[in-house]
């Protein structure tokens, strides 16, 4: 997992409460398990006029030209505006994957289901909670500039705009450990390699027909 401590980019917005993660990633596209491929249906529903499947050719389907993410500079964005609740519903693992396949790093919102908010720091996408009038500020913001930009400083926890203002987040110190260093539930485990081995040594040692 890649390290996560300062980032700047463009940021999107969808301005609706209780997005679910069948939104986020429709349950036809839950079949792979391989954490990658699943960016280009992210949205899949909001996003293309045609109802899709797995293996289509996306590039064939048409484009619903008023959804966000099909719009320049949002098609780039890296950082996800959203509203109350987000990522609600199923607790497939799959809705990370997807905003991390399209290019997000960060979602900011009011709250967020906890489960997405679980797996998101297992896999280095930081959610970023503010008070609700915060949000709104940042809604306001993004409405006078299309292209809005801000900066994350995950150390100092704080969001910043090109004006300077400041917001700070509360984090887990434990979670925040973790994406500072880039470390998942397999990195954590593999800073023990060396326990691990000695033990299973030992262990083959006092049984050795286990082996």
Not at 9 to 20: H, P, Q, S
Request: aromatic fraction near 12%; proline fraction near 4%.
């Amino acid at each position: 997992m890649e390290k996560f401590e300062k980032f700047s980019g463009i940021v999107a917005a969808i301005d609706r409460a209780n997005i679910d993660t069948d939104a986020i990633i429709p349950k036809q596209y839950l079949k792979s398990i391989k954490r990658s491929g699943f960016g280009i249906n992210l949205f899949d529903n909001w996003r293309y006029l045609d109802p899709g499947e797995p293996g289509d050719d996306n590039s064939k389907r048409r484009l619903n030209q008023d959804f966000v993410l099909n719009q320049a500079p949002w098609d780039q964005a890296q950082i996800l505006l959203g509203r109350e609740n987000f990522a609600c519903g199923s607790s497939r693992e799959h809705a990370v994957w997807a905003l991390m396949d399209f290019g997000f790093k960060v979602v900011i919102a009011p709250s967020f289901a906890d489960i997405f908010y679980n797996n998101s720091f297992k896999n280095g996408l930081l959610p970023v909670a503010l008070e609700g009038e915060q949000v709104d500020q940042l809604f306001e913001q993004l409405a006078r500039n299309s292209d809005f930009r801000l900066s994350i400083d995950l150390e100092k926890q704080r969001v910043v705009n090109a004006n300077g203002l400041e917001m700070h987040f509360e984090i887990d110190p434990f979670r925040k450990h973790c994406l500072l260093n880039g470390l998942d539930d397999i990195g954590l485990t593999m800073q023990h390699a060396d326990a691990i081995k000695a033990f299973e040594q030992q262990y083959y040692d006092q049984l050795p027909w286990l082996k």
